[in-house]
């Protein structure tokens, strides 16, 4: 959700406004997932680097973080949406932990679209604990070292069961995926929007989601496997 910093700056106003209205547009991508079948979303919400930010705008977020939950569980709740964190919560401020984890216990039997919020998350970091545990089993002698693959490497990773992200889109134009997701990230489409999320509306939504259904997904194979129909 990225570019809330400059649409606040191209109009004069603080940062944390630009969050502010950020913070609208989550629930008008919650609504699009959920009226088209879309099953899992996941919003990057707070990096491992973000903390490097100065601490007004880090605490701003998570006081804006706690509001905007606080404010719209019920709508999560009765849009029957699952919340799910990745990232480390135990290192979140209580006043942040502590409604979070309600929203997981109130959410956790919902089925229309699992809502995954990354918060203090970053895949070098999910990756390295993720190997931590492998090499626990393995001392322990649960695990042999010729029987960690992908497969067992994935089960380990805090997106263990969600599927891969089909499509990821970055938004106010930046070019790069800043720690998010980087092996699940592997044939994902990357859509680039020039868009600030503040300004990521439904109708923006859509238009990213119309450029991935233009890709032509080979996951590795050749375009004639993918598509046989159009090479007759
Ligand atoms: C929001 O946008 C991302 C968060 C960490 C919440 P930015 O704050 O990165 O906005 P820019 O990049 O300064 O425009
Ligand atoms: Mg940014």
């Not at 799910?84 to 997981?104: Q, R, T, Y």
């Not at 092996?183 to 439904?202: C, H, M, N, R, S």
Request: charged letters at 30%; a neutral charge.
């Amino acid at each position: 959700m990225d570019g809330n910093g400059r649409w606040a700056a191209s109009r004069n106003l603080p940062r944390l406004e630009g969050h502010r209205r950020g913070a609208e547009r989550i629930f008008d991508v919650i609504d699009e997932c959920i009226t088209l079948g879309i099953p899992t979303l996941t919003i990057f919400a707070f990096s491992v680097e973000n903390w490097k930010r100065p601490v007004e705008e880090v605490s701003g977020l998570f006081k804006l973080g706690e509001f905007v939950l606080r404010a719209n569980l019920a709508r999560i709740l009765k849009r029957k949406v699952k919340l799910k964190i990745i990232g480390n919560l135990e290192e979140m401020p209580d006043f942040v932990k502590e409604p979070l984890k309600d929203a997981l216990i109130k959410s956790k039997d919902n089925d229309v679209l699992t809502l995954v919020v990354a918060l203090n998350y970053g895949a070098r970091q999910e990756v390295a604990l993720a190997t931590r545990k492998i090499a626990e089993e393995v001392a322990a002698g649960k695990l042999k070292p010729d029987q960690i693959n992908w497969a067992e490497l994935e089960k380990h990773l805090e997106t263990a069961g969600l599927p891969d992200p089909d499509l990821i889109i970055r938004t106010s134009g930046e070019a790069r995926l800043s720690n998010f997701l980087l092996l699940q990230a592997a044939y994902a489409e990357i859509v680039i929007t020039e868009t600030y999320w503040p300004d990521f509306t439904k109708e923006e939504f859509q238009k990213s989601l119309a450029v991935f259904a233009k890709r032509e997904r080979r996951f590795g194979m050749t375009g004639a496997q993918v598509q046989p129909a159009k090479t007759l």
